[in-house]
């Protein structure tokens, strides 16, 4: 399913920001309000709406897709990463149609139309759920590459610590801090999402060179056979091992979960009737990126292949200037997440604003709820930050829940209830087809990881600790 004209030629070049339907719905500024203090703009270049919407997609995600390699194997692990990408241009297809239907210009809005006040309203609080997990995600990658991990009971150096020792500015609390406030804290304070066209372009190009750098170091460990053939499929040997493939479900939905933001770059684009080229290219772009990443990366560490991939290159890896090279894919990387991170801020703090504030006035017309929204917002990341032990713990958590709304259950359930007459079969055979799907995979992902977890832990509580010490 592709995404088709959604708006008549002739509004091509008369709108260059869409008013809102609804304008209790704070999710988009208007250009009217936007233009309080600003410089004229007159819309987003396609390549900006690219770049924006691209890296809203490649964010941490990336980082786990090697792992699920581990649990699906090669082939079905790539086809789960192309299956998606089809599968996500299908829901925004569904999600954008109805939004033309009413000229509605925001997510929350269309649920709104579709299922009143309450409708909206979960759509925020997912959008809060998904968002500051993300974000979450995004600084505990950060403090692994600067400041180092622990997996398995063994440390994985951090760049800091590796080029400085060990010293107490350093350490993790305090780089996640830094990087907080001197560069967090300047990005998310910018006002308009067009704003960040430049990071973006940079954060994209930032990585292609981390897989580039990947790929390259892969090819040289192939040619000199020091890479084993790997796991192809995935190894089912029993009903538990048969329920564990649905455990990297929530991986794949985080890694394509855009929706959110596709309305926000809609409304800024100069012609909003390349939106379908927009979508198309970007998710392109990055299922390219996915594929590659998640094939070499797991080519490269096998079946040592962390959740976070990012920490297996603290090791030397055999190849001249290893360590250098290592050292530049972690930069890289730590780099574009940093780069990422006000792409998805910026959904985040007008969502709460909504929901807290729904009647207010435009938030960038009020600096001291604009300002106390990012405080707050950025105060509890860190904190999350600083308390959630895994990245996989939290794409976990966020995938098979809020995620998995937004990408797929939200828009199947606007199009099913079809307030307008203007799904087809075919659309509603699809959405019944996601929604199913959706609930059966994630329920036995979340049933997986507290079957994990607990047996886990009752097996830890059923031996004596071998950490007591000895006389």
Not at 231 to 253: A, G
Request: net charge positive; glycine share 8%.
């Amino acid at each position: 399913m592709t995404i088709g004209s959604l708006q008549p030629a002739k509004d091509k070049k008369s709108r260059k920001i869409k008013h809102l339907n609804d304008e209790k719905v704070p999710l988009l500024p208007t250009r009217r309000e936007e233009d309080r203090g600003f410089d004229e703009f007159n819309g987003a270049s396609f390549s900006g709406a690219v770049f924006n919407l691209s890296t809203t997609i490649v964010g941490a995600g990336i980082m786990s897709l090697p792992a699920t390699m581990k649990v699906l194997g090669v082939v079905l692990g790539i086809g789960m990463v192309i299956f998606m990408a089809f599968l996500t241009e299908a829901s925004i297809e569904l999600l954008l149609r109805f939004s033309r239907a009413r000229k509605i210009s925001s997510y929350a809005g269309v649920m709104g139309d579709s299922f009143g006040k309450w409708g909206k309203i979960m759509l925020q609080i997912c959008v809060l759920v998904n968002n500051v997990g993300v974000l979450v995600v995004y600084m505990i990658i950060i403090g692994d590459v600067l400041s180092g991990t622990n997996a398995s009971g063994v440390h994985h150096t951090g760049l800091l610590e590796g080029w400085f020792g060990v010293r107490w500015w350093n350490s993790r609390s305090i780089v996640l801090l830094v990087t907080t406030v001197a560069i967090f804290s300047p990005l998310a304070c910018l006002k308009r999402i067009d704003s960040l066209r430049y990071t973006s372009a940079l954060s994209v190009a930032l990585a292609v060179v981390f897989i580039v750098i990947t790929v390259g170091i892969t090819v040289i460990k192939i040619m000199s056979g020091t890479i084993l053939m790997p796991q192809l499929f995935p190894k089912v040997t029993n009903l538990t091992s048969f329920f564990n493939l649905f455990t990297v479900v929530p991986i794949f939905v985080t890694a394509y979960i855009c929706h959110y933001n596709v309305h926000t770059i809609d409304n800024e684009i100069e012609d909003n009737t390349r939106i379908r080229a927009v979508v198309k290219t970007s998710l392109a772009l990055c299922s390219s990126v996915y594929v590659m990443t998640s094939l070499f990366g797991f080519l490269l560490f096998g079946d040592a292949t962390l959740h976070d991939v990012l920490a297996n290159f603290d090791a030397e890896l055999g190849i001249p200037y290893g360590s250098l090279l290592c050292d530049v894919v972690r930069v890289s990387y730590a780099a574009h997440l940093m780069l990422v991170f006000p792409i998805v801020f910026y959904p985040l703090r007008l969502n709460l604003d909504g929901l807290i504030f729904p009647c207010a006035r435009p938030l960038v017309s009020d600096k001291m709820r604009f300002g106390s929204i990012s405080v707050g917002l950025l105060t509890v990341i860190f904190l999350g930050a600083n308390f959630i032990p895994s990245i996989w713990a939290a794409f976990q958590f966020t995938g098979a829940t809020a995620a998995v709304c937004i990408g797929f259950i939200f828009p199947a359930a606007i199009t099913l209830k079809d307030r307008h007459g203007i799904a087809t079969k075919k659309d509603k055979i699809l959405c019944v087809f996601m929604i199913v799907l959706a609930v059966f995979s994630n329920a036995i992902a979340i049933y997986s990881d507290a079957y994990a977890l607990l047996f886990r832990k009752g097996k830890d509580n059923s031996q004596p600790s071998t950490m007591m010490p000895t006389r």
